[in-house]
């Protein structure tokens, strides 16, 4: 007869370790023993420090409040995504830029009519395809991008105001949707500190060894102080590394280089941009790749990513130090070899693989920690028993990879639409094939097939697409048939309603570094 899972041994520390060891424990209670072992010596990777607003999901559920972990961790607010030269600038332009907001969830649709003519899909139509029937008809009044016109957000980025009222305050609050940039080693320490104060077991050392029973689980991992560490679920938090779910069970690991050319980074800690605490990360196009820039409380996080079949590390670092000139931190860069693409199956056995050593796209984007998150609201609806029902693993697995997938092609298409052509680089990435599932998806968004959110399993729906597809210069054939049957009135009202809460907010909200620094004095008097 089966029994419950009681014991859980999580290899691996860093930020998907101690995520996985507070969110089991915060399900699972005293009922699942769990302990994290992870070595005093592999340094972390440290990425990972911008977000998408899934995190404050994660992080209600965890009973972490903002007041309390963002003055511990050096953390910021992150309202949107600036991209800067992934085409060429337009005639009389000196740059192209546009913003990725991030929107409200569920979306409030269009309301052409007085009653849904569907339960679920039938409460309007996406605000993007009104936006769109207008472009093409010539309208001028609209912003250039759907971005700009669909979200306050980019006037307020651009203003460097916090997404929300001073702490304390009675202000308005416009509830906009937003993540955070942290410290990630700071992070890792919090998530440590939450999840051993809630009895998860913590383990300093190297594993030695990792022994199979049998059948091919694992039976145990032994650390290089003898300890052996049993369990009836392993959770692979090694990294990029893969100890467990690749070095042990020898999974295959399926690489999208051929799609996705970016598999190197150099990381460096540098000073705030001359224009303040922005409130959004920066992700600028460079002749090898691009430069991110995520701003925390008391500095920045900078990285180049490009190719290591078109460059070296020493030249990524040079014309990454030359972008922040004196701003870069006199420190040793942290050069990163990153390995993208995914695991066949992430749950093989009694194992499953969490964040890096399950799979990774890219930083583009910010969705490691998202995919992270993912996986462990997969892992507790799929949670096993002692039988280990492979119909649960391989659900998980499968529903993992088109996540995954997803995703990939969300990334790929910031890449496969660029016109640069002025390095090798680019006209590597425009030479590049990409993946059948984008190509058919490109084909339906220049067609505008509707596909309602919610329906498909997607991170970033409509309007981040149409965000993405309008800052690219896409070239958009038609707007829904069905929308240019619609009557308009009810459109135009939503963006005029934007255009006021643009108006309001920039002259209500605070700066983003004051809401920071009271927040922190906040923190000091608790």
């Known amino acids: 007869m089966a029994r419950p899972v009681e ?36 340094g972390r990777i440290g990425v990972g420090e911008a977000t998408v607003p899934t995190l404050r999901t994660t992080f209600a559920f965890l009973g972490m409040k903002e007041e309390e972990w963002m003055p511990r961790c050096n953390a910021a607010f992150k309202s949107a995504v600036r991209l800067n030269d992934w085409r060429k600038p337009h005639p009389g332009k000196e740059s192209h830029t546009y913003f990725h907001p991030f929107f409200t969830v569920p979306e409030p649709p269009v309301p052409n009519y007085e009653k849904p003519f569907h339960k679920r899909f039938g409460r309007g139509v996406s605000l993007a395809h009104f936006w769109l029937k207008q472009k093409l008809s010539g309208d001028t009044r609209l912003r250039e991008t759907f971005g700009d016109a669909g979200m306050p957000l ?7 105001k916090a997404p929300r009222p001073m702490p304390g305050s009675d202000g308005p609050n416009p509830g906009f949707r937003y993540a955070y940039h942290f410290d990630a080693a700071l992070m890792a320490g919090y998530l440590k500190e939450l999840a051993t104060g809630r009895g998860v077991h913590h383990v300093i050392a190297d594993v030695e060894s990792v022994a199979l029973d049998p059948r091919g689980h694992i039976e145990k991992v032994v650390t290089e102080t003898g300890a052996e560490l049993t369990a009836d679920l392993f959770l692979d938090c090694s990294g990029f590394r893969g100890l467990l779910i ?22 460096l800690s540098s000073d705030h941009h001359p224009d303040g605490l922005r409130p959004y990360t920066s992700a600028t196009a460079r002749n090898e790749g691009w430069i991110w820039e995520i701003p925390l409380f ?26 922040l000139g004196t701003r870069a931190h006199d420190v040793e860069g942290n050069h990163i070899k990153m390995r993208v ?29 998202a995919l992270i998150e993912y996986q462990l609201a997969l892992l507790v609806l799929h949670f096993p028993d002692s039988d280990l029902d492979e119909r649960r693993a391989k659900r998980y697995n499968e529903t993992m990879v088109s996540a995954f997938e997803d995703v990939r092609d969300f990334i790929v298409m910031h890449y496969c639409l660029t016109d640069r052509d002025d390095t090798e680089f680019w006209r590597a990435v425009r030479e590049a094939p990409i993946p059948d599932s984008l190509a058919e998806k490109l084909t339906e968004y220049a ?14 729906e409509t309007r981040s697409l149409w965000a993405i597809l309008s800052g690219m210069d896409f070239d958009f054939k038609k707007a829904p048939p069905s929308v240019e049957l619609m009557n308009d009135a009810a459109a135009w009202e939503m963006f005029e309603q934007i255009d006021k809460e643009r108006e309001i907010y920039s002259a209500s909200l605070p700066n ?13 008097k608790g």
């Open 246 to 267: 690749n070095q042990t069970l020898n999974e295959p690991f399926i690489s999208e280089k051929d799609v996705l050319l970016c598999d190197s980074a150099i990381a």
């Open 154 to 160: 980019q006037g307020l980025c651009e203003l460097n």
């Open 512 to 524: 983003h570094m004051d809401y920071l620094k009271a927040l922190h004095a906040l923190g000091a």
């Open 447 to 460: 067609e505008s097939v509707i596909i309602p959110d919610g329906s498909q399993l997607r991170l970033f």
């Open 298 to 323: 008391n500095r920045e996080g900078s990285g180049y990513v490009y190719s290591g079949q078109l460059t070296t590390p020493d030249k990524a670092e040079k014309e990454l130090r030359d972008f």
């Open 341 to 369: 693409g995914h695991n066949r199956r992430s749950w093989v056995n009694n194992c499953v693989a969490v964040g890096l050593s399950s799979c990774f796209v890219e930083p583009l984007e910010s969705t490691t920690i």
């Open 7 to 42: 014991k859980v041994v999580i290899v691996g520390g860093g930020t998907a370790g101690w995520l996985s060891a507070a969110y089991l424990n915060r399900a699972f209670g005293e009922k699942v023993d769990i302990t994290l072992v992870e070595s005093d010596r592999i």
